[in-house]
């Protein structure tokens, strides 16, 4: 029963996949992950179903992977579009800077923003070094499912609390996303340009 309530909510019907598709462990797997409602930003929707996709059928190197892109992606992203909302919080070493590779500088800045909480703030930082750069570099391969869901799980979380209608700044009415601020940077950036009014 859980499994259809969690399908139904992101609009998957039993119907649509034969039972003898889905084994225990595929169902298992469905079950450990959590993704953003949906978003706006059509490249970022993909990236979402993609993760979710192969993480399910057990292929845990490319979940890993799109977790990891996905999450280097977004904090360049977001910290390039947001920088400009917090003009009392500058950080002038990244004013007007493009993509870093390092994690650790959109991090803090999103911090300094008040964006990351500083126990989220440091699960990126250390995902950064124990599995990003550990794949990335051709360090040990140790338990690549584990790594796979933490990975998963903070690219979901990241991409909920910018782009995946986060309770924050949204609540639902009558199956609406009606947005509780129109002035929060995120709602400007993210969702206002993809927003239609009706």
């Known amino acids: 029963m859980l499994i259809v309530s969690k399908a139904l909510k992101r609009?998957?019907?039993?119907?649509?996949?034969?039972?003898?598709?889905?084994?225990?462990?595929?169902?298992?797997?469905?079950?450990?992950?959590?993704?953003?409602?949906?978003?706006?930003?059509?490249?970022?929707?993909?990236?979402?179903?993609?993760?979710?996709?192969?993480?399910?059928?057990?292929?845990?190197?490319?979940?890993?992977?799109?977790?990891?892109?996905?999450?280097?992606?977004?904090?360049?992203?977001?910290?390039?579009?947001?920088?400009?909302?917090?003009?009392?919080?500058?950080?002038?070493?990244?004013?007007?800077?493009?993509?870093?590779?390092?994690?650790?500088?959109?991090?803090?800045?999103?911090?300094?923003w008040d964006y990351l909480d500083d126990g989220f703030a440091s699960e990126l930082s250390d995902l950064y070094r124990e599995v990003r750069c550990r794949y990335l570099h051709s360090g040990e391969i140790q338990n690549m499912r584990k790594d796979a869901l933490r990975a998963i799980t903070a690219a979901y979380k990241l991409m909920t609390i910018f782009i995946g209608f986060p309770e924050d700044l949204f609540s639902w009415m009558g199956g609406s996303p009606a947005c509780k601020n129109e002035n929060d940077p995120r709602f400007l950036e993210f969702y206002k340009p993809y927003w239609s009014k009706t």
């Not at 993909?46 to 990891?68: H, K, P």
Request: proline share 5%; charged share 30%; glycine share 2%.
């Open 11 to 112: 609009g998957i019907f039993d119907r649509d996949i034969p039972d003898k598709l889905v084994s225990e462990e595929m169902a298992e797997r469905y079950l450990e992950i959590t993704p953003p409602v949906f978003s706006l930003i059509p490249d970022y929707q993909i990236i979402i179903n993609e993760i979710e996709q192969s993480y399910v059928i057990g292929n845990d190197f490319s979940a890993l992977s799109a977790s990891c892109v996905v999450i280097e992606r977004l904090l360049n992203q977001v910290r390039i579009a947001l920088h400009k909302h917090h003009k009392n919080k500058v950080i002038k070493e990244l004013w007007n800077k493009d993509a870093v590779p390092d994690w650790d500088r959109n991090i803090e800045a999103l911090k300094k």
